[in-house]
């Protein structure tokens, strides 16, 4: 049974609150993921993937291999940053392998 806004909504606020001052995205990665899908009642094993092994193109050049946090086919797609960390290549994009 799908969950109610009001549901989503209560979830939502635990999880910004359990998480507004995390700073380890390599050590906590998969948990965060976890807990977001689990925002709107989702098991993230069911639909979505880690580390998923991408090619990074920028103007149909391709730069190297990387590798997204989450990756939900056709849903999302997902890299996240660490706290402070400039992204050096955001005209890039990931195209998953």
């Given at each position: 049974?799908?969950?109610?806004?009001?549901?989503i909504?209560?979830?939502a606020?635990?999880?910004?609150?359990?998480?507004?001052?995390?700073?380890?995205?390599r050590?906590?990665?998969q948990s965060f993921?976890?807990?977001?899908?689990g925002?709107f009642?989702?098991?993230?094993?069911r639909?979505a993937?880690f580390e998923k092994?991408?090619?990074?193109?920028?103007?149909?050049?391709?730069l190297?291999?990387?590798?997204?946090?989450?990756?939900?086919k056709?849903?999302?797609?997902s890299?996240a940053?660490?706290?402070?960390?400039r992204?050096?290549?955001?005209?890039?994009?990931?195209?998953?392998?």
């Open positions: 049974m799908p969950l109610s806004w009001n549901e909504k209560s979830r606020l635990a999880f910004s609150r359990k998480w507004e001052r995390e700073t380890s995205e050590a906590e990665a993921w976890n807990d977001f899908f925002v009642g989702i098991e993230r094993r639909v993937i092994q991408v090619r990074l193109v920028r103007a149909g050049e391709h190297k291999r990387g590798r997204i946090d989450a990756f939900w056709g849903m999302l797609l890299s940053n660490r706290q402070n960390k992204r050096t290549s955001s005209s890039s994009s990931a195209w998953p392998e």
